[in-house]
């Protein structure tokens, strides 16, 4: 926050328009819309308040940014959460995200239209691409000045030097007859002074995205829609774990209880706001047994296809330096020799050296000498990665656990299966990324079979008896609870959802401003 | 105190932040003499396993010691990463019940103790179990698939301790933690192939040096 601004606080019996749950992509955007328009707006975030400069690249110790509440994974693709689990925080998981920012494909919008499987959303991109513009400008997307698969897109921001990972990729696709560029991130690339938050430093090529910003280049929350709504008059609270939400007689919220420090508080408030996430928003409406009329909260939770292709070049690669995943190609959005409905995305990777160590470990069963060797390999590697669509299936889903956490609150179990047309996605990359790898004489080729992010469990739709939330992000069931975060997803679509997620959020906002 | 002599030379860059440079140092330190979490017989088979599973001596330079054993033992009773496999108990529990699952079935198979073993039947235990043909079904022991889903568990924290530790990433040339100091938050101006900066360190060990040899 800028130091010169005092952040209003608010009694506990104050009766404020709104409580948010979670800082993050969902929620932040939200709290600076409503404050802005004159709401009274109080944020309330598990996690502490980290300051950029105090960001560490060592990546054990960066885990400090995930959600750290224990996760049971199950089903026959259990997700390895770690470095893709929620993050904690203000700023929520944005302090640990990759900035990848894509836009999402007009056609992921009604894939059930256009193949017969899948949800539709409720509206098109058109209804959404106001917002992701209003999105890209406040927080700062950096992309090429032509991009190949949408020519009329701008972006304010030149791109970052190309890393290693970066160069081999275009020469990868050069061989295979793909275009390339530079994709989309969510980084500033010159030094600028952003309102509310102070300077923010052009991106220095650290390489460690995904370890916390230590400059402020990165756009996340915690540097632009943050500081917004303070100067607005919200009030941030870290380290308040909401868990208890209260009802009047006839069923409509009237206020939160959290624990800070080891002792509960209550907040009075007109609209409650869930921006919690995936695992976390369903949990507490599971725990507190709400907005559930349609059976759907924590039904059809989604990943993306993540699959990774990893080669080792002759030259001195160093993974660990530049923006890590800096090229795209769109061009497998709806591949013609598909068996598969929908599509992927294919970005260049970097990586850190315990996240890429971590990922050969798990997915390699070679040990001794070999493991060594593997290992040593590091600063000879380069990545590709895959983000494609997931279909919505009835088996994962997110449930109480019979186990307790410290609060006394059951744990999540993620169930995560792959279905016939994620297996297919990922074959279908997995052969072509390493056949665009062998093209530029890559060895060592290493299929890492991954599913990466949260999406669904409360849907958005039109019908009440199948949706936890209209294509507001209302609660059907309770008119004074909303939920802005990927948990109201239909479908998964290929991008990376943090872009979505905040122009959901503004326009969630607009709603609330609106009802 | 007189610094360890195996100090690796990137904890003095200034292009290491003081958090940075403190969390690397203190992995450095002497381990303890005691098992935090572990109990002695579970902590010895771990010992035993390591080597056998990843052997440091590939990587690192003769006469530096990474008490890995100690490090993962202490890690257990940490914070962790946020997540287990449901078919798991919690991450302390499990390790107990799989480093035992394996020193029973060593037993049973051949008559004497895990550390006992030789090296190659170690391993021939640790295949056996990453390829899902080892395990106890009875209580205070893992299952064929549990033990199948904690050698991932197994593998990735090794990996982590390993490529976490200064003196490795100073032996492969690994200059991650160097993304810049505290008053000048250098960053990298180089960022493509073949274009190692004066302050990353190049490779020592013998198995990473083959891009190095190129410069």
Request: glycine share 6%; charged share 20%.
């Given at each position: 926050m800028n130091s010169t601004t005092v952040m209003k606080t608010f009694g506990e019996t104050d009766i404020v328009d709104a409580v948010i749950i979670g800082s993050g992509a969902g929620g932040a955007p939200l709290a600076a819309e409503l404050a802005r328009n004159g709401k009274t707006v109080v944020v309330l975030e598990a996690g502490p308040a980290f300051t950029a400069?105090?960001?560490?690249?060592d990546e054990i110790a960066a885990r400090e940014l995930y959600w750290l509440h224990e996760r049971l994974s199950a089903g026959t693709n259990p997700q390895a959460f770690g470095g893709n689990n929620s993050g904690t925080g203000l700023g929520g998981s944005l302090l640990h995200y990759g900035a990848f920012m894509p836009r999402m494909d007009a056609r992921d919008f009604h894939l059930h239209t256009e193949t017969g499987k899948g949800v539709d959303w409720p509206f098109g991109l058109d209804e959404l691409l106001p917002y992701i513009e209003r999105v890209e400008s406040f927080i700062g997307v950096s992309g090429p000045a032509?991009?190949?698969?949408?020519?009329?897109r701008r972006y304010a921001y030149p791109p970052p030097p190309a890393n290693s990972a970066a160069l081999k990729m275009r020469e990868a696709c050069d061989a295979l007859g793909l275009r390339h560029a530079d994709g989309p991130a969510a980084l500033i690339t010159r030094k600028i002074e952003q309102p509310h938050f102070g300077t923010r430093h052009g991106c220095a090529n650290c390489g460690a995205c995904h370890q916390g910003c230590r400059n402020s280049a990165k756009s996340g929350a915690d540097n632009t829609w943050l500081p917004m709504a303070v100067a607005h008059g919200a009030e941030l609270r870290p380290g308040c774990f909401a868990h208890t939400i209260e009802r009047d007689t006839s069923g409509r919220v009237t206020g939160v209880v959290y624990r800070q420090n080891g002792v509960e508080h209550r907040q009075k408030c007109a609209t409650l706001v869930l921006a919690a996430g995936a695992v976390e928003t369903p949990r507490l409406l599971l725990t507190n047994g709400l907005a559930n009329s349609s059976g759907q909260?924590?039904?059809?939770y989604m990943t993306h296809v993540s699959t990774q292709v990893w080669g080792e070049f002759d030259e001195d690669i160093r993974p660990n330096r530049g923006y890590p995943s800096l090229t795209i190609t769109e061009?497998?959005?709806?591949?013609?020799?598909?068996?598969?409905v929908g599509g992927y995305l294919i970005q260049s990777l970097g990586m850190m050296p315990a996240t890429w160590g971590q990922n050969l470990a798990r997915s390699t069963t070679t040990r001794g000498p070999a493991f060594a060797r593997a290992l040593a390999g590091y600063n000879r590697s380069a990545g590709m990665g895959i983000n494609g669509e997931c279909l919505p299936r009835p088996e994962n889903r997110v449930t109480l656990s019979n186990e307790k956490d410290a609060f006394g609150i059951p744990k999540p179990l993620i169930e995560h299966s792959y279905g016939p047309n994620e297996w297919a996605m990922h074959n279908h990359a997995a052969n072509l990324l390493s056949r665009m790898w062998e093209a530029i004489g890559a060895k060592d080729i290493r299929v890492i079979d991954r599913a990466a992010h949260m999406i669904g469990t409360c849907r958005m739709g039109t019908d009440a008896g199948s949706n936890v939330v209209n294509p507001k992000g209302r609660s059907f069931d309770i008119d004074n609870l909303w939920i802005s975060d990927h948990s109201i997803f239909p479908s998964a679509a290929a991008a990376n959802p943090a872009l979505a997620i905040m122009a959901l959020s503004l326009r969630t906002a607009d709603a609330m401003l609106k009802a | 105190m007189s610094p360890p002599p195996d100090r690796p030379e990137i904890l003095d860059s200034d292009h290491l932040s003081a958090r940075t440079r403190a969390i690397l140092t203190s992995r450095l330190s002497a381990p303890e003499t005691q098992p935090r979490t572990l109990s002695l017989q579970a902590y010895a088979v771990l010992d035993a396993l390591l080597p056998v599973l990843l052997p440091l001596d590939e990587i690192l330079p003769p006469g530096t010691y990474i008490n890995m054993t100690a490090r993962i033992d202490a890690a257990l009773s940490g914070p962790r990463d946020g997540w287990r496999f449901?078919?798991?108990?919690p991450d302390a529990e499990a390790w107990e019940a799989a480093l035992l699952t394996l020193d029973d079935v060593a037993a049973e198979q051949h008559g004497i103790r895990f550390i006992h073993l030789a090296p190659e039947l170690r391993g021939t235990l640790l295949d056996a179990m990453m390829t899902g043909q080892l395990g106890l079904d009875r209580d205070g022991r893992l299952s064929i698939p549990q033990m199948a889903r904690w050698a991932g568990d197994l593998r990735g924290e090794v990996a982590d301790c390993v490529m976490s530790d200064p003196r490795v990433q100073q032996a492969l040339g690994i200059s991650s933690s160097l993304t810049g100091g505290d008053t000048v938050f250098q960053g990298f101006t180089e960022v493509g192939p073949n274009s190692r900066e004066d302050f990353e360190p190049k490779a020592t060990a013998p198995l990473a040096q083959m891009a190095d040899s190129r410069e």
């Open positions: 400069m105090g960001h560490t690249p032509s991009y190949p698969w949408d020519p009329t909260v924590g039904q059809n061009d497998m959005m709806r591949p013609k020799d598909a068996d598969f | 449901a078919n798991l108990p």
